[in-house]
């Protein structure tokens, strides 16, 4: 792929973490649409949502999502029409009448949950959207933040037909009549007044609302998304690009220039940014691209001199006002300087830092220097001459003082790199230089930082080994910050099933919370024996701790008994319930007693977990099981003391999956079964398919 092509797919793509983040908010919010409120997937769902969002707040201020009819936008980034979760997201809190959502670093777990649970319900045609409700968008949450569609009277396009369009010279429907016209109502959003459409949707009014509007990350969100889709779309030819290409440039070339920095330092990474500029240099006036040239090299931090600005300009001119042939050529030429230049900027200086400073020392005309300043001036940079050793893999006392200056200096980073660049990873050298960054304690060290540089602890903690665990679990005891937690349980998983022991022996010193993230990891790892450590946290005052326990420990041949036997005895019924999903795969017949038994005391009263508990009892499969599970499904009742269904309660209906599934032929199951196929309940009827067992809950 070019480097251009490269460039592109960059930019257009959102970032791992925060596409992964749009799919866990869509699913919570799905889930409390379809499911009531305390039922266990929605924990799980407000858990997935709040650890993302958790990593994602540990960068940033605040994180605000712009919203459009099926789309949605993010830090400069579109997210595909197409896409069908994405979509349905997009089109709930359309519905909702919601144009932008912030959520603000600080924001606990109950927050996140209560504001899910609202917006998560499907608006009704009978009631009021959230976002016609200001006092419930205002003040119900602190870290959570609605914008309705009117938001400051933004109003983002739905697609339809517009006459505004037709005013401004675009086909309305068409992708660049709504680009321009969503554009141009987000943008007039404090600034609509008594305007009329025709006046409001003109390039000039569009910029000096922009440029009047107070910095609002959700509004400059919205902003930045329509003028990357647009930069795209002007690259296209046909006459209503051509109309977009006017109206963009002269939009660009009204607002003030600290607008358009803002709005590109908004705008995504370096890539993304020079991408847009890229798209824009071929498709907006040359007017229009030296402003984004110099807004973008400001945001970029780069310099560009006055004489390069005014030859730009000079060639600006040219394309402009030459109507001979050399017009043409002056545009194309200017095009060509404005992407050479753009795309050079990958550094903030390509130089050496040796050479720079000769060059610095040369323009600024020092004096001679002396002979030990010739000397010092000659003198090879340690990383280069590291770098030579490396190469050559010749270990000498010159090479070891580079290395110990490295180290000094807190060039940790480009150390590794040039380890992870020698030609003999395994040779004598480099052995020796991983050695001296051990002895340096370099992981603690990182670990002890107020604010960590997670990729290079990750590459310490992936060379390092078993060995980091450790440092690690010291971190993780004196860093409480439950996002750097997450981050650091992450770092213990790249270690393998070798590190379980050490995590386990810790368990004991560790707080509750932690030493539940830490069975968790555990869990994770996978190591090839049980962690015996774990077995004393199924009787832990903490029910979600035993819970965790319980799970672990079911998935080991040597410990399942004694955890499924500890998990169906506890007096909190989710931790019952872990244990009766994880015994239904192969209940042991003492554990199946003790289920039966407390079932027949109405000891379990939740309707989810006593389907659970017959679907557990249920893989016994002996002539005590069946009784019982056939016992809970029949009912002999009436004057004429016929036999008959129990209702359809979620129990009665996995009893009956549980026949069909393994008693499939026995006579003594037979009149239930007949009774439940002739059932004039869909639910009683689908229990006894052959397949039930799966498609009951």
Avoid at 118 to 136: H, I, K
Avoid at 190 to 203: F, K, L, M
Wanted: with cysteine; hydrophobic share 45%; aromatic share 4%.
């Amino acid at each position: 792929m070019s480097g251009e092509a490269d460039l592109a797919a960059r930019a257009n793509t959102l970032p791992r973490e925060l596409s992964e983040f749009l799919l866990e908010l869509s699913i919570a919010l799905h889930k409390h649409a379809i499911y009531p409120p305390g039922h266990p997937l929605l924990a799980q769902t407000v858990d997935a949502v709040y650890d993302a969002l958790g990593t994602l707040l540990e960068e940033r201020v605040a994180l605000s999502i712009g919203v459009a009819r099926r789309q949605l936008i993010i830090e400069g980034v579109a997210t595909d029409e197409g896409h069908p979760l994405l979509g349905e997201l997009a089109g709930k809190l359309h519905r909702h009448h919601i144009g932008a959502v912030k959520f603000a670093r600080g924001i606990d777990r109950a927050e996140l949950s209560d504001a899910l649970s609202v917006v998560g319900l499907e608006p009704q045609r009978d009631a009021t959207p959230l976002g016609m409700q200001p006092e419930l968008l205002q003040s119900r949450w602190i870290n959570v933040k609605l914008f309705a569609l009117t938001y400051d009277r933004l109003e983002l396009l739905d697609g339809e037909d517009d006459p505004s369009t037709r005013s401004a010279g675009l086909r309305g429907g068409g992708q660049a009549a709504q680009l321009w016209v969503g554009l141009a109502r987000a943008a007039i959003a404090a600034d609509r007044g008594g305007s009329s459409d025709e006046v409001a949707i003109e390039p000039e009014a569009v910029a000096r609302a922009i440029d009047q509007h107070g910095r609002e990350q959700a509004y400059d969100q919205v902003i930045v998304g329509y003028l990357l889709q647009i930069a795209r779309e002007v690259k296209q030819e046909g006459s209503e690009s051509t109309s977009l290409q006017k109206r963009i440039s002269a939009l660009v070339g009204s607002l003030q220039p600290e607008t358009l920095k803002r709005l590109l330092e908004m705008g995504g990474d370096g890539p993304q940014r020079r991408r847009f500029v890229l798209d824009a240099s071929q498709g907006m006036s040359v007017g229009a691209v030296v402003e984004l040239v110099r807004a973008a090299a400001s945001a970029e931090g780069q310099t560009i001199s006055h004489s390069l600005v005014r030859m730009l300009t000079k060639l600006a001119s040219h394309a402009t006002d030459d109507h001979t042939a050399r017009g043409p050529a002056a545009d194309r030429a200017f095009r060509e300087h404005v992407e050479r230049l753009v795309s050079s900027w990958s550094l903030d200086d390509p130089n050496p830092a040796m050479y720079s400073a000769a060059l610095e020392r040369i323009a600024q005309k020092e004096a001679a220097p002396t002979a030990d300043a010739r000397r010092a001036s000659l003198a090879c940079e340690p990383s280069r001459i590291v770098a030579i050793g490396l190469e050559l893999d010749d270990v000498g006392e010159r090479v070891l003082r580079a290395v110990a200056t490295m180290l000094d200096t807190g060039t940790l980073v480009q150390l590794l790199d040039l380890l992870d660049a020698a030609p003999y990873p395994k040779g004598t050298l480099a052995s020796i230089v991983w050695e001296r960054i051990r002895a340096r304690d370099s992981l603690r060290d990182l670990l002890a930082e107020s604010r960590l540089d997670h990729a290079l602890v990750r590459r310490m903690v992936v060379r390092t080994g078993t060995a980091a665990v450790v440092p690690l679990l010291e971190a993780l005891d004196h860093r409480p910050e439950a996002s750097l937690q997450e981050r650091l349980l992450s770092y213990l998983g790249l270690l393998g099933p070798d590190a379980a022991p050490a995590i386990a022996q810790h368990l004991a010193a560790a707080t509750p919370s932690l030493a539940r993230e830490l069975i968790l990891c555990l869990a994770k790892l996978a190591p090839s024996a049980a962690p015996l450590e774990v077995i004393e946290f199924t009787n832990h005052f903490d029910p979600a701790l035993r819970r965790e326990a319980v799970r672990l420990l079911a998935a080991y041949p040597d410990t399942r008994e004694t955890a499924l036997m500890n998990g169906v005895r506890d007096t909190d019924e989710r931790v019952v319930y872990t244990a009766l999903v994880a015994a239904q795969s192969s209940c042991p017949p003492a554990v199946a007693s003790v289920i039966r038994k407390r079932m027949e005391r109405d000891e379990l009263e939740d309707a989810t977990v006593r389907a659970a508990a017959v679907r557990a009892v249920a893989t016994v499969r002996d002539d005590g099981a069946l009784e019982w599970v056939l016992g809970r499904v029949l009912q002999t009742g009436g004057l004429l003391r016929r036999t008959r269904l129990a209702s359809a309660t979620p129990e009665v209906l996995a009893s009956l999956s549980a026949l069909a599934t393994h008693w499939p032929d026995d006579t003594r199951v037979a009149p239930a079964l007949a009774l439940a196929r002739a059932s004039s309940s869909p639910s009683v009827r689908a229990a006894v398919q052959r397949d039930g067992s799966q498609t009951v809950g």
